[in-house]
């Protein structure tokens, strides 16, 4: 029995080394795979610009979430996008006189100031 136990105990560690190169060697075959290949990763072609947190629609969206982090959130948001979030400003508005969050009263309120403040700027600069 002990000679069954001991060869058993030789093929393991052959057979743990081979499933290790085995797995050094994946990155080396998708590369194989990949060379020439022209699709860019999905990270890679992501414009930052187009993010969810730049477009004033979804976080005019936000707005009326009801989730309170989510509405203080998107207030915030549109507050630090200024003059183009103007779109936003009836909405902030009534969030600032009405929702039931205290906090998110007051970045409603703080965000309707930055955009009329960013808007009467951009209104005085032409």
């Not at 007051?106 to 309707?112: S, T």
Request: net charge positive; glycine share 6%; proline share 7%.
């Amino acid at each position: 029995m002990r000679s069954s136990n001991s060869a058993a105990a030789q093929d393991g560690p052959s057979r743990l080394r081979r499933s290790v190169l085995a797995v050094a060697r994946l990155p080396l075959l998708a590369a194989a795979v990949c060379v020439g290949c022209q699709r860019q990763s999905p990270v890679g072609s992501t414009d930052p610009a187009k993010a969810p947190w730049f477009d004033p629609k979804v976080q005019i969206e936000g707005l009326s979430d009801a989730d309170m982090r989510l509405r203080a959130a998107s207030a915030i948001n549109l507050g630090n996008m200024g003059a183009k979030a103007s779109e936003a400003l009836p909405m902030l508005e009534k969030l600032a006189a009405s929702d039931p969050e205290p906090k998110v009263r007051e970045k409603a309120r703080e965000a309707a100031e930055k955009v009329r403040a960013a808007m009467g700027g951009a209104a005085a600069s032409r």
